[in-house]
Nanobody, 125 residues
Framework: QVQLVESGGGLVQAGGSLRLSCAAS????????MGWFRQAPGKEREFVGGISSITWRGTYYRNSVKGRFTISRDNPKNMVYLQMNSLKPEDTAVYYC?????????????????WGQGTQVTVSS
C-alpha cells in the first residue's frame, strides 16, 4: 500500500510561483513513477507531468505547462515536487500526485495505482 500526501497549494497572483510537494510512504519509492494531475471545476482530470522511476528515468509534461513547471523527486526522502512558475488563472485546479508501480511515467490517469487527496491551487488574475 502506498500513501501519498500533497501540500503546498494556495492562492497566488498570476505570474507567481508555487511549489507543491508530495510525500510518499509504504513501498520502495524509487521503483515507481510519479505523476501530477489536476482537475478544475466541471472539467476532466488532466495530466500535468510525470517523472519516471530511477530505472526508467525521464520527465514529461503537458504542452501548456512546458517551460513553466518542473517535476523533481528526492528518492531518499520519498518526495516528489512540482515547481510551478509563471502561473496563469487557467492553472487553477485541485492538484493530485499519483504513483504508478510500473515505473515508466504515463499521461493516463488509469495507469496510476495510488492517489493523494489533492491540494487546491488558485491563481488570481
Amino acid at each position: 500500500q502506498v500513501q501519498l500526501v500533497e501540500s503546498g497549494g494556495g492562492l497566488v497572483q498570476a505570474g507567481g510561483s508555487l511549489r507543491l510537494s508530495c510525500a510518499a510512504s509504504g513501498r520502495t519509492f524509487s521503483d515507481y513513477s510519479m505523476g501530477w494531475f489536476r482537475q478544475a471545476p466541471g472539467k476532466e482530470r488532466e495530466f500535468v507531468g510525470g517523472i519516471s522511476s530511477i530505472t526508467w528515468r525521464g520527465t514529461y509534461y503537458r504542452n501548456s505547462v512546458k517551460g513553466r513547471f518542473t517535476i523533481s523527486r528526492d528518492n531518499p526522502k520519498n518526495m516528489v515536487y512540482l515547481q510551478m512558475n509563471s502561473l496563469k488563472p487557467e492553472d487553477t485546479a485541485v492538484y493530485y500526485c499519483a504513483a504508478d508501480l510500473r515505473g515508466s511515467a504515463s499521461d493516463s490517469a488509469g495507469a496510476y495505482n495510488y492517489w493523494g487527496q489533492g491540494t487546491q491551487v488558485t491563481v488570481s488574475s
